[in-house]
């Protein structure tokens, strides 16, 4: 089928005002599929304007003619009465002559959009349902009542169906739908909500529902499909949901065994489900929260948001404890499409939903997929025909520190397209992390991060990155001609932009990981330094071939100088480590005890180790084989979370850090955390070394004396007071943290209002994720001033008191 095409022109007749002057205007930023032309339209009605709106392939362009003070009129309000969703960048403006144009004839129009070049205009993320459509759906009255594809212009996909620039029907998943009379009316109104909605449909002419078992037979259609998936999830079912950008795997919260059947076919004993809940109240019996974070969880991007858990009042059935067990946080979102808002309510249950895939994959987008991959192991699948293109996963903040901080950036935030102050010459392609991967593109005045991709360890996940590079390559005919990249040669990232720039004879730049943390950060707030940098987290390569992840750095947008690390020690077996923190605390231990010391403190983390096998892991730390050494802060919460005995062996990154935090809010509130404190040497001619040597000690002593909580929130107290100790040695410039180890929600609660209160201006990513998310966006900022400024770093001399 192919969509009915729109008018060329929309008219309405009008009576100006004598005109005197006649303008062109043009306008980018996200301006395309957010009813920027519907609403300007409506404006120079309002202003008996003659002339015309329509997209182009960077933005919007606007021809008006009237009285200087009409015109002035219609400027300031289409600046300040902007759409919800949308975004001006920039505003440009040039006089026209007043010939005979049979655009100014007396009317004001909407012209059919153009494309003669290539495309700049930004790409808006897809959104979540607005409150207009919600009451649609619930309206007996409405002919999209009970419909789960109601959307508008301010509401519904937008990245994930996508095709090709301008934005338009032709151009999305949803060509193949013929609008039914009622919708192409509302299509082809530009004072109707729904006008230019480019999903626009009803049930007599949208995407449907189907009821699959897990071979993908349908069983049943429409609201008796909805209705059938509901069911099956009251009695305990574990299915899947198409949802916006890919497949939810769902089942009932409440229900232990549903729960733990999900883990098993997740692979992931441990790690965080979200739980979707069915509104702002429900959401309120299982956790708690301050009006902050209520506003995020019920914002239109609908992100998962971290909350504390809290415990189930009389007569509430509680979750299960296997969502999220022995953390203190619970991750919720509330529904942002009709579908789930109707599913949620047919069934009157929380669902867990988390992203339909087999570890080290990507969001599942197809239904032969589904059933080829996990058809099997579940109970259902309830499918629809729309289309995605393009996977995106939930997005994941959580308020930290007082301010909103971004884990993830995907539906909702991403595609994220700030605007250049200035345009560049040619464009640039940053190609991130290995964990957490992300892409940042630039090219004339646009940036581009990517939605979240993922950990490229595996081919799918690899492919996965390429096919989100050709997206947005292919969107904006792109073909990059400079690319950034981490250090490490390890990453497959860096492989991938070596071997392309060797083929297509691209420039290839590099940019030092902690670096790029902070740099993401100062991109985020238009700043070129210098700034004091603490990058603290897991490891990533230093410019002296060790693994950093503790570092202060004085930095700017070409360079820095390190002035203070964390005191190297071994990662015993390198990767291997990771996975087994007993490892990192051997590598602590051995720089001052035997093995046999070791054995006679009786830590039940190496307690149950084999005789053997530490010496082993000895033999192995003094010939330093396999055993790099490393400043990383992430690793050493991974140690001492190990000598608490709150980890063996983690199920997923980061878990030692919750379960500090997890242990740290035990700590009664009248009760002080026990004194913990690292000691700062000062080598000859090199940076400070932050000593942890006396902060273990102190834990090794008190272990069996001092309660858990206390020695867990002493850990975390420490770390506040060694920034702020270094930061007064610093007094010039202000403080930027970057690095997954500042996701902790205690030491960010703590360490913000410490530094604050000294007088430091602290700038933190809000937007951008403070984890290798937001690698790219630093890599990006740094190649985007080289290009602009190339040349050496010049850093000003350290200003040290």
């Given at each position: 089928?192919?969509?009915?095409?729109?008018?060329?022109?929309?008219?309405?007749?009008?009576?100006?005002?004598?005109?005197?002057?006649?303008?062109?205007?043009?306008?980018?930023?996200?301006?395309?599929?957010?009813?920027?032309?519907?609403?300007?339209?409506?404006?120079?009605?309002?202003?008996?304007?003659?002339?015309?709106?329509?997209?182009?392939?960077?933005?919007?362009?606007?021809?008006?003619?009237?009285?200087?003070?009409?015109?002035?009129?219609?400027?300031?309000?289409?600046?300040?009465?902007?759409?919800?969703?949308?975004?001006?960048?920039?505003?440009?403006?040039?006089?026209?002559?007043?010939?005979?144009?049979?655009?100014?004839?007396?009317?004001?129009?909407?012209?059919?959009?153009?494309?003669?070049?290539?495309?700049?205009?930004?790409?808006?993320?897809?959104?979540?349902?607005?409150?207009?459509?919600?009451?649609?759906?619930?309206?007996?009255?409405?002919?999209?009542?009970?419909?789960?594809?109601?959307?508008?212009?301010?509401?519904?996909?937008?990245?994930?169906?996508?095709?090709?620039?301008?934005?338009?029907?032709?151009?999305?998943?949803?060509?193949?739908?013929?609008?039914?009379?009622?919708?192409?009316?509302?299509?082809?109104?530009?004072?109707?909500?729904?006008?230019?909605?480019?999903?626009?449909?009803?049930?007599?002419?949208?995407?449907?529902?189907?009821?699959?078992?897990?071979?993908?037979?349908?069983?049943?259609?429409?609201?008796?499909?909805?209705?059938?998936?509901?069911?099956?999830?009251?009695?305990?079912?574990?299915?899947?949901?198409?949802?916006?950008?890919?497949?939810?795997?769902?089942?009932?919260?409440?229900?232990?065994?549903?729960?733990?059947?999900?883990?098993?076919?997740?692979?992931?004993?441990?790690?965080?489900?979200?739980?979707?809940?069915?509104?702002?109240?429900?959401?309120k019996l299982h956790v708690e929260g301050g009006e902050a974070e209520w506003a995020l969880l019920r914002s239109q991007p609908r992100p998962?948001?971290?909350?504390?858990?809290?415990?189930?009042?009389?007569?509430?059935?509680?979750?299960?404890?296997?969502?999220?067990?022995?953390?203190?946080?619970?991750?919720?979102?509330?529904?942002?499409?009709?579908?789930?808002?109707?599913?949620?309510?047919?069934?009157?249950?929380?669902?867990?939903?988390?992203?339909?895939?087999?570890?080290?994959?990507?969001?599942?987008?197809?239904?032969?997929?589904?059933?080829?991959?996990?058809?099997?192991?579940?109970?259902?699948?309830?499918?629809?025909?729309?289309?995605?293109?393009?996977?995106?996963?939930?997005?994941?903040?959580?308020?930290?520190?007082?301010?909103?901080?971004?884990?993830?950036?995907?539906?909702?935030?991403?595609?994220?397209?700030?605007?250049?102050?200035?345009?560049?010459?040619?464009?640039?392609l940053a190609v991130g992390a290995q964990q957490k991967n992300q892409l940042a593109l630039a090219f004339g005045r646009q940036r581009i991060?990517?939605?979240?991709?993922?950990?490229?360890?595996?081919?799918?996940?690899?492919?996965?990155?390429?096919?989100?590079?050709?997206?947005?390559?292919?969107?904006?005919?792109?073909?990059?001609?400079?690319?950034?990249?981490?250090?490490?040669?390890?990453?497959?990232?860096?492989?991938?932009?070596?071997?392309?720039?060797?083929?297509?004879?691209?420039?290839?730049?590099?940019?030092?990981?902690?670096?790029?943390?902070?740099?993401?950060?100062?991109?985020?707030?238009?700043?070129?330094?210098?700034?004091?940098?603490?990058?603290?987290?897991?490891?990533?390569?230093?410019?002296?071939?060790?693994?950093?992840?503790?570092?202060?750095?004085?930095?700017?947008?070409?360079?820095?100088?390190?002035?203070?690390?964390?005191?190297?020690?071994?990662?015993?077996?390198?990767?291997?480590?990771?996975?087994?923190?007993?490892?990192?605390?051997?590598?602590?231990?051995?720089?001052?005890?035997?093995?046999?010391?070791?054995?006679?403190?009786?830590?039940?983390?190496?307690?149950?180790?084999?005789?053997?096998?530490?010496?082993?892991?000895?033999?192995?730390?003094?010939?330093?084989?396999?055993?790099?050494?490393?400043?990383?802060?992430?690793?050493?919460?991974?140690?001492?979370?190990?000598?608490?005995?709150?980890?063996?062996?983690?199920?997923?990154?980061?878990?030692?850090?919750?379960?500090?935090?997890?242990?740290?809010?035990?700590?009664?509130?009248?009760?002080?955390?026990?004194?913990?404190t690292f000691s700062l040497t000062e080598p000859a001619g090199g940076p400070l070394l932050i000593d942890w040597a006396p902060l273990l000690?102190?834990?090794?002593?008190?272990?069996?004396?001092?309660?858990?909580?206390?020695?867990?929130?002493?850990?975390?107290?420490?770390?506040?007071?060694?920034?702020?100790?270094?930061?007064?040695?610093?007094?010039?410039?202000?403080?930027?943290?970057?690095?997954?180890?500042?996701?902790?929600?205690?030491?960010?609660?703590?360490?913000?209002?410490?530094?604050?209160?000294?007088?430091?201006?602290?700038?933190?990513?809000?937007?951008?994720?403070?984890?290798?998310?937001?690698?790219?966006?630093?890599?990006?900022?740094?190649?985007?001033?080289?290009?602009?400024?190339?040349?050496?770093?010049?850093?000003?001399?350290?200003?040290?008191?």
């Open positions: 089928m192919t969509a009915q095409a729109a008018p060329m022109t929309h008219s309405s007749p009008t009576t100006p005002e004598p005109a005197s002057l006649r303008r062109e205007l043009h306008l980018d930023g996200i301006v395309q599929g957010v009813g920027f032309r519907p609403f300007v339209y409506g404006l120079a009605l309002s202003h008996r304007l003659t002339g015309y709106v329509l997209n182009d392939a960077n933005g919007v362009t606007i021809g008006v003619q009237g009285s200087p003070a009409q015109l002035a009129d219609f400027t300031h309000e289409l600046r300040e009465l902007a759409p919800p969703l949308s975004r001006i960048d920039s505003f440009g403006a040039r006089e026209l002559p007043l010939d005979d144009d049979p655009d100014f004839d007396g009317t004001f129009h909407i012209r059919a959009s153009q494309q003669q070049s290539a495309a700049t205009v930004a790409i808006s993320p897809d959104q979540g349902m607005c409150e207009a459509c919600a009451r649609d759906i619930t309206n007996p009255a409405d002919r999209h009542h009970r419909y789960p594809f109601t959307n508008c212009t301010h509401c519904g996909p937008r990245y994930s169906i996508i095709r090709r620039l301008p934005y338009d029907r032709p151009h999305t998943a949803m060509a193949g739908f013929t609008m039914c009379p009622n919708c192409a009316r509302a299509y082809e109104d530009p004072l109707d909500r729904r006008y230019h909605a480019q999903p626009v449909s009803c049930p007599d002419c949208g995407p449907q529902l189907t009821w699959r078992n897990g071979e993908g037979q349908g069983l049943a259609n429409r609201d008796a499909a909805l209705q059938q998936a509901a069911s099956a999830l009251q009695e305990g079912a574990l299915i899947a949901v198409k949802g916006m950008g890919g497949y939810h795997l769902m089942c009932d919260a409440r229900n232990e065994s549903a729960v733990a059947r999900l883990r098993v076919l997740k692979r992931r004993a441990r790690k965080p489900l979200a739980v979707m809940m069915g509104s702002l109240d429900e959401a998962i948001t971290l909350l504390r858990k809290r415990a189930a009042d009389p007569g509430t059935i509680p979750l299960a404890e296997g969502i999220a067990p022995g953390i203190p946080y619970l991750g919720v979102m509330l529904p942002y499409t009709p579908l789930h808002q109707l599913l949620l309510e047919s069934c009157a249950i929380p669902l867990v939903a988390t992203s339909a895939n087999a570890r080290g994959s990507p969001i599942l987008i197809e239904c032969e997929a589904v059933i080829a991959e996990l058809g099997a192991e579940i109970d259902g699948i309830l499918d629809h025909d729309r289309p995605i293109l393009h996977p995106c996963d939930d997005s994941l903040v959580q308020w930290a520190g007082g301010r909103r901080q971004t884990l993830r950036l995907a539906r909702g935030y991403a595609p994220c397209t700030p605007s250049l102050k200035t345009a560049i010459g040619q464009p640039v991060y990517s939605p979240y991709i993922g950990d490229l360890h595996s081919l799918p996940m690899q492919q996965h990155f390429e096919q989100t590079l050709d997206t947005f390559c292919g969107l904006y005919d792109l073909k990059p001609k400079t690319l950034v990249s981490d250090r490490h040669p390890g990453y497959l990232s860096h492989q991938w932009a070596k071997d392309y720039c060797a083929t297509e004879g691209a420039s290839h730049l590099e940019v030092q990981h902690h670096h790029a943390h902070l740099l993401g950060v100062m991109a985020e707030h238009d700043i070129r330094g210098p700034v004091l940098g603490v990058a603290f987290d897991g490891t990533g390569l230093g410019d002296d071939g060790t693994l950093w992840g503790g570092e202060l750095l004085i930095a700017d947008i070409k360079g820095f100088e390190r002035v203070a690390h964390l005191k190297p020690f071994r990662l015993i077996g390198g990767e291997a480590a990771i996975r087994e923190p007993v490892r990192q605390l051997l590598g602590l231990l051995f720089e001052s005890h035997t093995p046999d010391e070791i054995s006679a403190l009786d830590l039940p983390v190496i307690s149950q180790m084999p005789v053997e096998r530490l010496n082993n892991l000895h033999q192995l730390w003094r010939l330093g084989r396999n055993a790099p050494h490393t400043s990383s802060m992430g690793r050493l919460f991974d140690a001492v979370a190990a000598l608490l005995g709150l980890v063996d062996e983690p199920d997923y990154e980061g878990e030692a850090g919750l379960l500090l935090d997890a242990a740290a809010l035990r700590l009664a509130p009248d009760a002080e955390p026990w004194p913990l000690a102190e834990l090794l002593r008190q272990r069996h004396k001092v309660d858990t909580a206390s020695l867990a929130a002493g850990f975390i107290r420490a770390i506040v007071e060694l920034i702020a100790t270094l930061a007064e040695r610093f007094p010039a410039y202000p403080v930027v943290l970057g690095g997954g180890v500042f996701q902790n929600r205690v030491l960010m609660d703590q360490l913000i209002p410490r530094l604050e209160s000294a007088g430091r201006e602290v700038l933190t990513s809000e937007i951008l994720p403070l984890n290798d998310g937001g690698i790219a966006a630093g890599q990006l900022w740094f190649a985007i001033h080289h290009l602009a400024e190339p040349g050496p770093a010049a850093l000003p001399a350290v200003s040290e008191s």
